[in-house]
């Protein structure tokens, strides 16, 4: 018997609820600015953004519990995912690697894939993504798999030449990866576009990777990417507040900014590194956390960045910007945001 969790999941009816409580106040100035380097939209956020905490109010639809119902329905260890335009909701489940399928009130629908390295079973499964009603389907054992929403495998393709640590598709089918270089001297986490066969078409960017030379930093500013709203590539390197928006093609066509004060890493995070670190491992523990952790991104173009910064209870902050890159709000959830 695995071992089973409540996970719930919130529907987030966001700006709905932002702007109704915005109407019955003055209407708010927002005080950043917007500049251009050569072709590039620069958006400059403030410190405060536009509307204070609580402007934001998120509402629980339901939630699955990982330990009542049928043993199928049971989720273990949940990794990724992803919502269709139904609604249905698409579960990886690393723990049994098969991706489990439930109807917008929470019932259970079907399970798809089973363990294994065969057509159709999946190897170490890492992340989902979703392009009309296909599911991509990442894989550690250096694959990518491809299902209908209704279960049917389609297809796998071997990533073998490059080490693919993520990967994302657009609307259209194209696969954009983070790659591992492992160069001495130069490690990096390239971000690559290939076409629908895997057949390369650009470099987008890259960042630095953690060299064991250097020691390991568990709070380095760790690189991220989403596919946002027109095949867009929202990029972010955190070491300062700064998230860059590509266009399909590759062109770099607007960064978002923002003031912010670093969140020094706490004594009790360093020892708790120092106590579970390897011992044949260097340590090399920076002052400050990265400037954020992670982003997503909605339909409607509004991304939420995950902040070290928290609240009293310990939750984490999202500070949330418009599809224009204005910062709008902040607000601390329990737990992460997988989807929106």
């Keep these: 018997m695995k071992n089973s969790q409540k996970y719930s999941f919130l529907i987030f009816v966001i700006f709905l609820l932002l702007l109704a409580n915005c109407q019955s106040e003055k209407k708010a100035q927002w005080e950043g600015k917007i500049t251009k380097e050569g072709d590039v939209e620069v958006v400059h956020n403030p410190d405060l953004p536009l509307y204070p905490e609580g402007y934001l109010q998120l509402e629980e639809d339901f939630s699955l519990d990982g330990t009542s119902g049928s043993e199928e329905s049971l989720l273990a260890s949940i990794r990724s995912v992803v919502i269709d335009e139904g609604e249905n909701i698409y579960i990886l489940d690393s723990e049994e690697d098969v991706i489990k399928v439930f109807d917008k009130e929470g019932k259970y629908l079907r399970t798809i894939g089973a363990p294994g390295q065969g057509p159709g079973e999946l190897s170490s499964p890492t992340m989902l993504s979703l392009f009309g009603d296909t599911i991509l389907v990442h894989e550690a054992s250096r694959r990518l798999s491809f299902f209908k929403t209704n279960g049917e495998f389609i297809r796998s393709l071997s990533t073998k030449q490059h080490w693919v640590l993520q990967a994302r598709c657009d609307s259209q089918g194209n696969i954009i990866v983070v790659t591992g270089r492992l160069d001495p001297e130069n490690p990096a986490y390239e971000y690559l576009k290939f076409d629908p066969d895997f057949n390369f078409l650009f470099k987008l960017t890259e960042s630095p990777a953690p060299s064991p030379a250097k020691g390991f930093n568990p709070f380095m500013a760790v690189s991220y990417f989403v596919v946002g709203p027109g095949d867009q590539i929202i990029y972010g390197y955190p070491v300062d507040y700064t998230i860059q928006v590509y266009s399909p093609e590759g062109k770099l066509i607007r960064k978002i900014t923002r003031e912010y004060v670093p969140v020094e890493v706490s004594e009790e995070e ?37 902040t070290w910064e928290k609240d009293e209870a310990g939750n984490y902050y999202y500070d949330v910007f418009d599809e224009e890159g204005r910062y709008l709000t902040r607000l601390s959830l329990k737990g992460v945001i997988l989807e929106v």
């Excluded at 120092?274 to 509004?302: M, Q, T, W």
């Design 270 to 306: 360093k020892k708790e590194w120092e106590r579970e670190n390897p011992p044949d491992i260097k340590l090399a523990i920076s002052k400050y956390h990265s400037a954020y952790r992670r982003f997503k991104v909605d339909e409607d173009g509004h991304l939420y960045v995950e």
